[in-house]
């Protein structure tokens, strides 16, 4: 099997494979006895059909079967070996019939070959990577989560906006007074009265057991069914028609008493010894700092993303044979529409080249052991996420094993490794100009970047 390649000035190119009958012959002789022993053929017992016979009935599309593939692995090949910046898919000039007749066969496919790029990271490009400041009053909020996550519910005299109340929830009728036919009735009614509508909410806050309060439920939960249906104690589709009002009997009312400063509290939050408020202040920060990383880091990579896309996006693409490989490859795209397509796509494709020219120079791809650790951090979080903090490396690695077996998420997988490795080198290579900012100042430059 012989394969070529004639590049174009206008950045395609064509391959042609010339196939003779030595190339396939046998893989097509091969794949007819494999017929023969596996198929029910009417007439003959299985295994027991010959060689012409199964020529004469299969024969072309097998042919064309080992054809079609040994051409298309053979162009491949080719592209992989010679390291052939290939855009888009290989598309074949003609159609070629396969016939019984012929031994030997020639085919072509058009490709688009991405330009040769000159691509150098150094402390000559800066890139800005903008930490998010940490405030008082963002270690004053933590805090006070945290002191209710890690509190104790206890009785109060008066319901109040984080209350948790409990009672007897009764349907009224249209003048006030409690129905009684056909009824509905929850005798374990609960609510929190700050996840309500709020003027709902308002009739119940002073409040206090023994006391009856005349609300409407569809309005407190802002319409949901399926809340609604909660509150009440019956089915979604019941819940549907619900719009009118109901009397809850206060039974109990219970608040969260947040937890004490105290070193109890602190081990708890921490898992570790805090040696009194100022440490644990200092850890709150360090706490929320980490939470708040992973934005800095996704603006980092769409700014640097934009920066080198600006610097290194200038080159000429194959524009024609990518919007003819759109229309024939990809779903709803026509002839009509394929330049708004592809100018939408354009950006992508060119940070893909820019992408892959900085990972081969920088020897970024992939290894085992990359993808085999990100998949263990991912089941550890995971795993966490259910309560299972301690798991132990076994199940870790069981769990990471079924996420990497699985096609899509490995690939995935895979993906996102060789996207944080790439990252990280270009924020080793470049000069990153550390700025904190606010909140506020952050969320302004990220929306602009999007």
Not at 52 to 57: A, E, H, I, M, Y
Not at 70 to 84: C, G, P, Q
Not at 255 to 272: D, G, L, R, S, W
Not at 402 to 414: A, L, P, T, Y
Request: hydrophobic residues 40%; proline residues 2%; contains cysteine.
């Amino acid at each position: 099997m012989n394969v070529t390649l004639e590049k174009k000035d206008d950045g395609t190119g064509i391959i042609t494979v010339n196939i003779e009958e030595k190339d396939y012959a046998q893989k097509v002789t091969d794949n007819l006895k494999q017929i023969g022993r596996t198929h029910n053929i009417p007439g003959f017992r299985k295994g027991h059909i010959s060689i012409d016979q199964l020529r004469r009935r299969f024969g072309r599309d097998v042919k064309s079967d080992v054809i079609n593939h040994e051409v298309i692995e053979a162009a491949l090949n080719y592209i992989r070996e010679n390291k052939i910046n290939c855009l888009g898919e290989i598309m074949p000039v003609e159609v070629k019939e396969i016939n019984l007749t012929d031994a030997d066969y020639t085919f072509q496919y058009e490709i688009g070959v991405g330009p040769e790029l000159d691509i150098e990271l150094n402390k000559d490009i800066t890139i800005p990577f903008y930490n998010i400041e940490v405030t008082k009053e963002m270690i004053d909020e933590q805090d006070n989560d945290l002191r209710r996550r890690f509190g104790k519910q206890e009785q109060n005299e008066t319901v109040t906006e984080d209350a948790f109340v409990k009672g007897t929830i009764m349907q009224l009728n249209a003048d006030g007074s409690v129905k009684e036919d056909d009824a509905i009735q929850n005798n374990n009614g609960m609510l929190l009265v700050n996840h309500i509508a709020k003027e709902e909410a308002e009739k119940f806050i002073g409040k206090k057991v023994g006391d009856k309060v005349i609300f409407n439920p569809a309005k407190a939960t802002n319409g949901n069914t399926n809340e609604l249906a909660s509150l009440l104690g019956i089915q979604a589709d019941a819940a549907a028609a619900i719009d009118g009002d109901f009397e809850f009997n206060i039974a109990d009312i219970m608040v969260v008493k947040p937890a004490e400063h105290n070193e109890e509290y602190f081990k708890m939050v921490f898992n570790k010894e805090i040696a009194g408020e100022e440490e644990y202040f200092e850890e709150l920060k360090k706490y929320i700092a980490a939470q708040l990383a992973p934005n800095s880091q996704i603006l980092f990579d769409m700014t640097a993303e934009k920066v080198l896309t600006e610097k290194y996006g200038n080159m000429e693409l194959p524009d024609n044979f990518l919007k003819k490989w759109l229309v024939s490859r990809q779903d709803g795209v026509t002839e009509e529409t394929v330049d708004e397509e592809y100018t939408r796509m354009e950006p992508a494709i060119k940070w893909q080249l820019i992408r892959d020219v900085i990972a081969e120079k920088n020897n970024l791809a992939p290894s085992k052991e990359d993808v085999e650790n990100y998949a263990k951090m991912y089941a550890r979080r995971q795993l966490m996420q259910y309560g299972m903090v301690d798991a132990d490396d076994e199940m870790v690695e069981g769990f990471a094993k079924r996420f990497m077996e699985d096609k899509n998420f490995g690939r995935q997988i895979v993906e996102q490794v060789a996207n944080r490795k790439l990252f990280m080198c270009i924020h080793s290579l470049v000069n990153v100009e550390e700025k904190t900012v606010s909140l506020d100042e952050f969320k302004t430059l990220a929306n602009a970047e999007k």
